[in-house]
């Protein structure tokens, strides 16, 4: 639990909440159309909801399939007939991106669909699931090519050097394209995801790049396999930064790029606040952070202004599904003796 005392220096105290005064919650978040909620508890909850489903990057993850699965057959035909490891360790990996790709652009539409009453956040969290396959596959991709990467170099083999090279640059320019065409789209964790593969398939295509030249020019084969292990300690390092992010998202974690003591504070310093307590921020999705907090207000007058402002400040840092309660600063509480207890029963 997270307490944050305002910027006045106020002291903040916890009391029972008096009959008469039953806890009220203001609820903001941006969904589209409006809906209403029914509670038992009690509460009070201002709801301004809208959903933005657009296209995403559906589309541009299908394109990116569809190219990517083509040129692995070519790549893996030519790499076996000219005997390089590098070309049909990049081809290999080519098939496993079309997997992820599709895997990645399933996710994509599955997270554009509205909630419903089973799923009230929606599905966007099928994007970090999705993110959190592929990284973990790449992992195996990566111990897969590096395990090949030393028995080649252990037993060499010939490699015929311009067919490599050939192909290579060809795979090398198609990778650009992916990738740009992914940077393009939005950017979650899913297509970030999705992104790491295909940039492992660009580097894949530099290194045989290089390799077929090498192998052309000087007839030294070793290099093949060599490459191929740097490209996998460089997509190795690139996979676990990934998967911290998604382990983060699924722990419900802070988001990297906030940090709750910042945003207790700012809360903590808006004119009528006293103090902020019960803290919670975490991840729905790529693009949608929530938060839920107490806040200890000086006059439950000021409360609407307070609310507005706290909006507004937390939209500032991203913060739309928001989940306010106002607790009053100081709360009169009568104690009754037992008799009138007993009568009031």
Do not use: K
Request: charged share 15%; glycine share 8%; with cysteine.
């Amino acid at each position: 639990m997270l307490e944050c005392a305002s910027m006045n220096g106020s002291q903040h105290s916890h009391a029972p909440q008096a009959a008469d005064q039953p806890a009220r919650h203001a609820h903001h978040d941006e969904h589209d159309p409006p809906h209403a909620h029914g509670h038992d508890e009690g509460h009070e909850h201002g709801h301004g909801h809208s959903h933005r489903h657009g296209a995403g990057s559906g589309p541009q993850l299908i394109w990116a399939l569809l190219l990517t699965l083509a040129f692995a057959a070519v790549e893996a035909l030519v790499g076996w007939w000219a005997g390089s490891l590098a070309l049909l360790g990049d081809a290999g990996h080519m098939v496993t991106d079309s997997a992820s790709l599709g895997l990645a652009a399933f996710a994509a539409v599955l997270a554009g669909r509205p909630p419903t009453r089973r799923h009230t956040y929606g599905y966007g969290r099928v994007e970090t699931l999705a993110a959190l396959f592929n990284v973990l596959f790449m992992v195996v991709v990566v111990v897969a090519i590096s395990v090949a990467a030393v028995g080649r170099i252990l037993a060499p083999a010939p490699v015929v050097g311009e067919a490599v090279t050939l192909v290579a640059a060809l795979g090398l320019a198609l990778n650009i394209g992916v990738a740009y065409l992914l940077m393009r789209g939005e950017q979650t964790m899913n297509t970030r995801g999705a992104l790491l593969h295909v940039l492992g398939d660009l580097f894949g295509s530099v290194a045989a790049l290089i390799s077929g030249a090498v192998v052309m020019w000087t007839g030294w084969t070793t290099v093949d396999p060599l490459l191929s292990l740097l490209i996998c300690a460089l997509m190795l390092v690139s996979s676990l930064r990934l998967l911290r992010e998604v382990v983060q998202a699924l722990m419900e974690g802070v988001p990297p790029s906030l940090s709750s003591e910042d945003v207790g504070r700012v809360l903590a310093g808006i004119p009528g606040v006293a103090s902020v307590h019960d803290l919670h921020i975490w991840t729905l999705s790529s693009q949608r952070v929530a938060l839920s907090a107490h806040l200890v207000v000086e006059a439950l007058e000021q409360w609407p202004e307070v609310l507005a402002t706290s909006r507004q400040v937390l939209a500032e840092r991203g913060i739309t599904h928001v989940t306010l309660q106002p607790e009053p600063l100081n709360t009169i509480i009568r104690w009754l003796p037992r008799a009138a207890q007993r009568e009031a029963v």
